[in-house]
């Protein structure tokens, strides 16, 4: 008996059911037939594909990624105008949680029992959709690309249908650790992590090759924006490097902190909390318009593993441009709505895979199959397989100067725990020449 099948057990009456049931409701054309009641799976009609994601569209994290649904959005709009996924369009519908677990936990079961969606897709924050993962799972619905890099998500025997996306956070800590050993040997480094998985994951990629100069390690809670105490902790500790695990909103108040207590460390910053143009904004509303650009960032260090905003000459940057300027909202192209793009791009080689008739098991199973095997925006592969859910497998290591940023590392890429980092050497392919991928289905 393989692993698949011991690991799926009860899903496999599942499977054959709606193996049963799809043979019997199609035509000889291979779609449903209309007159036997139309297509079996959840979520999944004759002509279209429902997903559903959960975003924080208010709150203190709506900043930046209220913005990742949009760009989501415009790309899907994109390939339904061109016909769509084996002839459906998809159909994308995503609600407010506010970055609460309570309110995550109620709009995810609407999403499920209401709205009947066949995934989701991109559902964002490591406290928020801890609260949904069993529920999800449970309910044997797919739990694609997760925007966050909490390991939670590459967890295949506990969770078979939860994957990530991003680097996880791991991943990230060990390359900026390796990255301060080589460059910083002697610095006292502090750590500044949100108090949860996002912040303990990226505390042990760091420990991995630093442990011995960390100084202090102050954590804060999602929601308290006081953060003096551990601002001032990490300057009475003499740490004069600091590295933050934290959400954008974090990274604001982080600064204006420090600049009230005149403590100015070598700043590295994880690359959720580092966007410039974001942290700007947020500067000048979280101190009343005393500052107002995002200069006190410059000099920081950060990561990236996709081509952004600032490289307007990048085939994909070009590519994503397009598509806002044809399909996308208010508001300019930003590196979040990047971010849902290249999300959604992903959802798409997905549902390709999966066949012209996917079911929620045939859309996990593609993706372990042909996961490692994926093209798309990002600077390195994919880690998916049967025996791993983890998204992609490293980072860049890139200074802030302004609105741009300075390569400081190759692209490196690495796994979990004793994995040796290396360098990634590949070419970058670009897009598509229409910007829709074509990826043959499995099986």
Known sequence: MSKRVRRRGAGIVAVATAVAVI????????????????????GVTEDSVKVGAHFPLTGVAAPGY????????????????????????????????????????????????????????????????????????????????????????????????????????????????????????????????????????????????????????????????????????????GADLVIGFNVPSYTALSQLTAMRSNYEPQWIYSNVGSDPALVGSLLGRFSEGKVTDASMLDGAITTEYLPGVDEADNPWTQLWQRIWDE?????????????GMSQAYTFVQALQAAGPEPTREGIVDALEQVGQDLQGPALVPYRYSPDSHAGLSGVKVVQITGTTTKELSPVMVTDNGDAEITEYTEEHAPPPENGIPNVEPVG
Request: with cysteine.
């Open 23 to 42: 043979a019997s409701a199609c035509g000889a054309g291979g779609r449903p037939d209309e007159n036997e009641g139309g297509a079996a799976e959840v």
């Open 66 to 237: 209220s913005a990742i649904p949009t760009g989501a959005k415009a790309y899907f709009d994109y390939v339904n105008a061109n016909g769509g996924v084996h002839g459906r369009t998809i159909d994308y519908v995503f609600r407010d949680d506010a970055y609460n677990p309570t309110n995550t936990s109620q709009v995810v079961n609407e999403l499920v029992l209401q709205d009947e969606i066949f995934a989701m897709v991109g559902g964002l924050g490591t406290p928020t959709h801890s609260a949904v993962l069993d529920f999800l799972n449970s309910n044997g619905v797919p739990d694609l690309f997760v925007s966050s890099g909490s390991l939670l998500w590459d967890q295949p025997e506990k969770n078979p249908m939860t994957f990530g996306w991003q680097p996880d956070y791991e991943v990230e800590g060990k390359i900026i650790g390796q990255y301060v050993k080589q460059n910083f040997p002697d610095a006292k480094v502090g750590l500044f992590l949100q108090d949860d998985d996002f912040g303990d994951d990226g505390e042990k990629g760091a420990r991995a090759y630093i442990d011995d100069q960390i100084v202090a390690a102050e954590r804060y809670a999602p929601g308290n924006t006081d953060v003096a105490p551990q601002i001032a902790a990490l300057q009475a500790s």
């Open 327 to 339: 399909h996308g909202g208010e508001g300019d192209l930003s590196n979040y709505r990047i971010y």
